[in-house]
């Protein structure tokens, strides 16, 4: 489980928009944190400097006490669009992404792309193309293939915000029960109210504020 800190961070782009100006977030092992806010507050912005793709002016940001790289194995990505391959068939899908870990053999990739499949309910599809299967179940493999490489911090970009209302609401369920059973930390990117409150311990409320300067509101959720 991963331990996610910002800290006092700065941030503008080139042009001199400034999105973050003494910003700081926590997400602590195993949390499951949700930011939440309109269009254009800095969502993307936000996950990007939280995956080091992008580098904060001033302040930290921290996995696990390492300053954030692209390339950690600790990070996992979820977005809106599931992103598969069209001619690889589910199962190779999910085992696609183990191919980079020189620590994994073929069979044992096989196998965990094989358990992953289950743990999202679809371990009958392995076979099937992605033409083949609904919206929902797409995202499910996508959700599968980022699962199987263990990441112990899970950024999800609006991952269900292209399903339909039912769809969605049994993708978060899904998700819910998965996170209790995995503990990973998550951090969970929604402009739907309902969504963040459904799914997170914590959330985060970005807000604009006059010269570009963003503040935010925490609030904890107490679980059932
Ligand atoms: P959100 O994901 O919440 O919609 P973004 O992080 O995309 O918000 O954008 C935050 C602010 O930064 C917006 O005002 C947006 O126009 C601006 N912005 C985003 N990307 C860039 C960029 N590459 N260059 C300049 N400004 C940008
Ligand atoms: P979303 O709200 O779905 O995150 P946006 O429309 O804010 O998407 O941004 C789409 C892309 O355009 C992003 O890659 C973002 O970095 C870029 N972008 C957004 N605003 C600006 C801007 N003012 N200048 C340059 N690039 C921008």
Same mark, same amino acid.
């Given at each position: 489980?991963?331990?996610?800190?910002?800290?006092? =961070?700065? *941030?503008?782009?080139?042009?001199?928009?400034?999105? #973050?100006?003494? *910003?700081?977030?926590?997400?602590?092992?195993? &949390?499951?944190?949700?930011?939440?806010?309109?269009?254009?507050?800095?969502?993307?912005?936000?996950?990007?400097?939280?995956?080091? $793709?992008?580098?904060? /002016?001033?302040?930290? @940001?921290?996995?696990?006490?390492?300053?954030?790289?692209?390339?950690? /194995?600790?990070?996992?990505? +979820?977005? /809106?669009?599931?992103?598969?391959?069209?001619?690889?068939?589910?199962?190779?899908?999910?085992? $696609?992404?183990?191919?980079?870990?020189?620590? +994994?053999?073929? =069979? &044992?990739?096989?196998?965990?792309?094989?358990?992953?499949?289950?743990?999202?309910?679809?371990?009958?599809? %392995?076979?099937?193309?992605?033409?083949?299967?609904?919206?929902?179940? /797409?995202?499910? @493999?996508?959700?599968?293939?980022? !699962?199987?490489?263990?990441?112990?911090?899970?950024?999800?970009?609006?991952?269900?915000? %292209? !399903?339909?209302? @039912?769809?969605?609401?049994?993708?978060?369920? &899904?998700?819910?029960?998965?996170?209790?059973?995995?503990?990973?930390?998550?951090? #969970?990117?929604?402009?739907? =109210?309902?969504?963040?409150? #459904?799914?997170?311990?914590?959330?985060?409320?970005?807000?604009?504020?006059?010269?570009?300067?963003?503040?935010?509101?925490?609030?904890?959720?107490?679980?059932?």
């Amino acid at each position: 489980m991963a331990h996610l800190r910002v800290d006092h =961070i700065d *941030f503008a782009y080139e042009n001199g928009q400034t999105v #973050f100006s003494d *910003f700081s977030i926590e997400a602590k092992p195993g &949390e499951f944190v949700a930011l939440l806010g309109p269009s254009g507050c800095g969502k993307s912005t936000l996950l990007n400097l939280l995956s080091g $793709f992008l580098q904060p /002016q001033r302040g930290s @940001i921290r996995i696990n006490e390492h300053k954030a790289r692209p390339e950690m /194995q600790e990070l996992g990505y +979820v977005f /809106q669009s599931p992103q598969l391959f069209p001619w690889l068939n589910a199962l190779d899908n999910v085992a $696609f992404g183990l191919r980079m870990r020189a620590d +994994v053999s073929r =069979i &044992e990739r096989e196998q965990k792309a094989r358990e992953a499949l289950a743990l999202v309910g679809l371990a009958d599809a %392995a076979q099937r193309l992605p033409h083949q299967l609904s919206g929902g179940m /797409q995202q499910r @493999i996508s959700l599968a293939r980022t !699962l199987a490489m263990e990441p112990t911090l899970l950024l999800m970009d609006e991952p269900f915000a %292209a !399903l339909d209302a @039912i769809s969605r609401q049994s993708m978060n369920e &899904e998700l819910l029960r998965l996170w209790s059973t995995l503990k990973q930390t998550v951090v #969970f990117i929604t402009h739907d =109210i309902d969504e963040a409150v #459904f799914l997170a311990d914590r959330v985060v409320v970005l807000g604009k504020a006059p010269q570009g300067v963003r503040h935010t509101v925490a609030v904890d959720l107490p679980r059932p």
